[in-house]
């Protein structure tokens, strides 16, 4: 039996968080991207072609972001998306729970 190489994979302490950029209000609901990537270039290109809603996220202009130094190794190419609400305007009303009368 003859055994094969391990496969090795690109790996990297770099992750970036990418984010609407504050007063967009073209986004209904906000969607973040984490990536794991040696470049903000290539994270943001990586996030453009995986992201489920279609978003061009290499619009610096659109989405921030933000690089952390991790201790631990990541592989280049994981992404994250989450999906946070859309803040409330102020000075407008929290909606009241739907109450049902019997």
Do not use: C, H
């Not at 990537?37 to 061009?56: C, F, V």
């Not at 190794?73 to 909606?95: L, T």
């Amino acid at each position: 039996m003859t055994t094969s190489p391990p496969i090795e994979v690109a790996d990297t302490n770099l992750i970036f968080r990418l984010s609407p950029a504050i007063g967009n209000s073209v986004q209904s609901g906000r969607q973040i991207a984490i990536v794991s990537a040696e470049t903000e270039k290539a994270a943001r290109a990586l996030a453009t072609i995986s992201g489920p809603m279609g978003r061009d996220w290499n619009d610096s202009t659109t989405f921030t972001a933000e690089n952390v130094y991790l201790p631990g190794r990541q592989v280049i190419g994981d992404i994250v998306f989450q999906y946070v609400p859309a803040p409330r305007p102020s000075g407008q009303e929290r909606p009241r729970p739907l109450t049902k009368r019997v």
